[in-house]
């Protein structure tokens, strides 16, 4: 078993890559299975044994031309209507508008498509506000400014209809007091202590559909009356399904575009909530209006985010929320913002005074740009691309009215599956009600399968199909001449893969009636098959141990078939550049390197950049931090470059985060930066991206300021030293002169010492005895010393 394999890999190994592709159509026996890889053809009678070939050998003569069978693609435009704008009927702007399409399975095809945003396209904008009390001096401002908001609208298309709704909250405890009482006027008093009228709970009212007479628009709002409820996150969910799919109710038309705009000062509920309250069932995504309010608010749950992200998306709906700003409110939409695909957050100044800016923002926030997304499932894949001069990911900036953009959708059928190869996709901007509708057939079957012809040919047994027998059940071999009895009766050189091979059927498996059965192996994931059994599904690359990185199915020949959005050798690489995408700059790679296998590899510049998008370099390490510095000054400390507006519009890609003291990091991810203000004091933050693309930055709270230098104390710390210098220097002194005497006086009374006579001897003075010696005594000790 162990040479055998030892044999086959190396056998692969020989095999160039080329020759895997061609090796990888030689295995596919029917006509169907040949045509659904992309580079075989099928031949019917061809003059070798093999019918489905690489078409690369279409001209080695294996084949006659005529009895090849290599469906192409086919498109024809159907519909294809030159731009206009509204005055002339019907806008168009995108074209062509519906095509047909045929495709084989793995055939790219690329089709150019053009959008142009039309001049005076009809606006709809709903305005949905939260009435509870505290909002009511919004509304009144909202009242007084409804007919500038018109005629600013006005000003970019004659066609502008506005309409108003407003909530508060499902009618029942804990949302709000169900007290008999309360439920009559909830509210008493407003914050600023005036008594206000206020009326029942609702939980969503249509006040006004859209409309173009703008004088009711703002009598409506000044009509609705505030209300009052219990908890804090109120029900705008509610309010924002049903102005979304009540489409009637609220008027909306088709060929428009459509603004939410989301006015609140609180938090909102979502799905789950509504338990609170001992309603279960889910919210079901449908209209219940009647008499212009709302009627199952007890009925349905709280919508979810994603179901709101769904509608809006389906009903080409852009949403605006409109916050106002409490900053934990603030960043709580925020977050929803980036979970709902079409929409925008602004937030509102103390009194609305900025409303209608923030509108005309947002609005042409959303006129600038278009993206262009398509419905097709994972059968089929489409890459959208453009030559814009602004592009962005799946669609292009900073376009202007009348500007004609092209477009290029690479449409690619990955799966034939049986009985559905017929498809309708449509490719469209988002957020507008116009698309061009793809009729795709996939080509998975040949024609000639259709057709069973000479029975005769296949013993009997089964049917000519484009040329190979198709053998009824229990029975096989190249004329169906095999069944199960008769099986053993072998031919073996049929099960050679060629005539000087002298491996049967590869060495792995066995020759039954001039057929390959390939050994089956322990390994229930792991199968050898081939026409000779010269193709498995296991030894294809891995990655991490992981077949084909587990992102695709290994092929005959050793090739990985990613799945979509996968490629490289081992599907080991995403096949686009969305990962390599500086989120702050929207460049590839900040524009200093190649995104190769969804990573960046930076470019050997002069100046060598490296990091995660090749933003970071030796010379340029301050020039991150200083790109990062705006933001984080009027972030952190409200203070630097931006005020902050523009703090809110311009620093989206990441909120710092202010900490007592930064963590000294060794992760090379962690960038320190250590900045200087223009009042000399100092801050620090860090940076990271945490994922694919946030930013994380955690920034010191406080600022660190050295004072003024104080002169005064300059002064005396100068006198002091020149003081404390003198003292330390006489003290020196004082030491020196002090040990030399010492030292000195020890000298003397050492030598003193060593005087023979008594202090108070006279040197002079001699004894008037002598003393006689005996020589005798020393001459006996002399001896006795001789005689010892
Ligand atoms: C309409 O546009 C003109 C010129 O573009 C401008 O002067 C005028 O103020 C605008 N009107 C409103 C209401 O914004
Ligand atoms: C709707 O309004 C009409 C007339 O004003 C009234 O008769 C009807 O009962 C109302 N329906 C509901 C559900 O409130
Ligand atoms: C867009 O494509 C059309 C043809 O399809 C071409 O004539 C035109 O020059 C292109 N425009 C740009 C900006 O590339
Ligand atoms: C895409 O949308 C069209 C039109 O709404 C629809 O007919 C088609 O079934 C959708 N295709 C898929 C794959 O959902
Ligand atoms: C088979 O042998 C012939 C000559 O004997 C040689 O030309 C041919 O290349 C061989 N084929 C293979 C696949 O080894
Ligand atoms: C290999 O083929 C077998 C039988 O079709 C299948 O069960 C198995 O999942 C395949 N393995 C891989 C890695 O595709
Ligand atoms: C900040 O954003 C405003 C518009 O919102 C823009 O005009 C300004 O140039 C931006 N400032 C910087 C430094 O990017």
């Not at 095999?482 to 072998?490: G, M």
């Not at 703090?647 to 985060?657: G, M, Y």
Request: with cysteine; aromatic share 8%.
């Amino acid at each position: 078993m162990l040479a055998r394999e030892t044999l086959f890999f190396s056998l692969l190994i020989i095999f160039s890559l080329g020759e895997n592709r061609i090796s990888n159509c030689r295995s596919k026996d029917t006509c169907d299975v040949c045509i659904q890889e992309p580079d075989c053809v099928w031949c019917v009678r061809p003059r070798s044994e093999i019918h489905c070939i690489h078409k690369s050998q279409v001209e080695d003569n294996l084949c006659d031309k005529k009895d090849i069978v290599n469906p192409t693609g086919q498109i024809k435009i159907l519909q294809d209507k030159p731009f206009s704008s509204t005055e002339n009927g019907e806008a168009v702007q995108i074209r062509p508008q519906k095509i047909k399409l045929k495709l084989r399975k793995g055939e790219e095809y690329s089709l150019q498509f053009q959008y142009a945003q039309a001049e005076n396209y009809p606006v709809d904008l709903y305005y949905i506000m939260d009435l509870s009390a505290s909002m009511e001096d919004h509304r009144d401002k909202l009242a007084k400014l409804g007919d500038k908001l018109a005629r600013t609208m006005m000003n970019i298309t004659n066609n502008f209809r506005l309409g108003f709704g407003s909530f508060v909250d499902k009618v029942d405890l804990p949302f709000v007091s169900t007290v008999p009482q309360k439920l009559k006027t909830p509210c008493k008093l407003n914050k600023n202590g005036k008594s206000v009228i206020c009326v029942s709970p609702y939980s969503f009212k249509n006040h006004i559909s859209l409309t173009g007479d703008y004088r009711k628009f703002t009598e409506q709002v000044l009509q609705a009356r505030v209300s009052g409820n219990l908890d804090s996150p109120e029900g705008g969910f509610d309010a924002l399904m049903q102005a979304i799919v009540c489409k009637n109710s609220i008027g909306w038309r088709t060929q428009a575009r459509h603004l939410i705009v989301f006015s609140t000062d609180a938090e909102f509920h979502i799905a789950g909530d509504g338990k609170l309250a001992g309603i279960v069932e889910p919210n079901d995504a449908r209209c219940y209006m009647e008499n212009n309010t709302y009627t199952h608010d007890l009925a349905f749950d709280y919508p979810s985010v994603s179901q709101i992200n769904h509608v809006a998306k389906d009903n080409n709906i852009n949403i605006v929320f409109a916050i106002v700003n409490k900053k934990r409110v603030v960043d709580v939409y925020k977050k929803l913002s980036e979970s709902i695909e079409n929409s925008n957050i602004g937030v509102l100044d103390e009194r609305s005074e900025n409303v209608i800016k923030l509108v005309l923002d947002n609005y042409n926030k959303i006129v600038d740009s278009v993206t262009i997304s398509s419905n097709s499932s994972s059968d089929i894949e489409v890459k959208i691309t453009s030559t814009c001069s602004h592009p962005k990911i799946n669609g292009c900036t900073n376009i202007h009215i009348g500007e004609i953009v092209n477009f290029t959708a690479i449409i690619k059928p990955l799966q034939c599956t049986k009985g559905s190869n017929k498809h309708v996709i449509t490719v469209k901007p988002e957020a507008l009600d116009e698309s061009i509708v793809i009729d795709l057939e996939v080509l998975c079957d040949c024609d000639c399968s259709s057709q069973a012809l000479d029975p005769q040919k296949c013993s009997n047994s089964g049917a000519l199909r484009c040329g190979v027998c198709d053998c009824d059940p229990g029975f096989f071999g190249k004329t169906c001449e095999c069944n199960k009895k008769t099986s053993d009766s072998a031919d073996v050189s049929l099960c050679k893969a060629s005539k000087n091979d002298t491996r049967i059927c590869s060495g792995l498996g066995f020759c039954r009636c001039g057929q390959c059965q390939c050994y089956q192996r322990s390994n229930p994931d792991e199968k050898i098959f081939g026409k000779y059994c010269d193709c498995d599904n296991y030894s294809c690359k891995r990655v991490n141990g992981r077949l084909c990185s587990q992102r695709g199915s290994c092929e005959c020949g050793g090739i990985c078939k990613c799945q979509a959005g996968w490629t490289g050798d081992a599907c080991e690489c995403p096949d686009s550049d969305n990962s390599c995408v500086k989120p702050d700059n929207n460049l590839v790679c900040n524009g200093h390197g190649n995104c190769n296998c969804g990573k960046c590899e930076c470019f050997d510049e002069e100046v060598r950049y490296s990091g995660k998008y090749c933003d970071e370099c030796p010379t340029c390490e301050g020039q991150r931090c200083e790109e990062l510095r705006p933001c984080v000054e009027c972030q952190i400390y409200k203070s630097g470059v931006f005020n902050e507006e523009e703090c809110q519009s311009n620093c989206t890609f990441f909120q710092s985060e202010a900490v007592d003291k930064l963590e000294n990091s060794h992760d090379e991810q962690v960038k320190t930066c250590t900045l200087v203000d223009e009042n000399d004091c100092t801050f620090a933050f860090q940076y990271e991206y945490v994922n694919e693309k946030n930013l994380k930055v955690t920034a010191e709270k406080e600022k660190i300021c050295r004072g003024p230098p104080n002169i005064l104390a300059w002064i005396l710390g100068v006198i002091g030293s020149v003081l404390l210098a003198g003292v330390i220097l006489l003290l020196t002194w004082k030491v020196c002169t002090t040990v030399h005497d010492r030292q000195e006086y020890a000298k003397f009374e050492n030598e003193r010492q060593k005087m023979q006579w008594h202090r108070n001897d006279n040197p002079l003075y001699r004894q008037a005895t002598s003393t006689f010696k005996n020589p005798v005594y020393r001459t006996y000790k002399l001896s006795k010393t001789r005689s010892e």
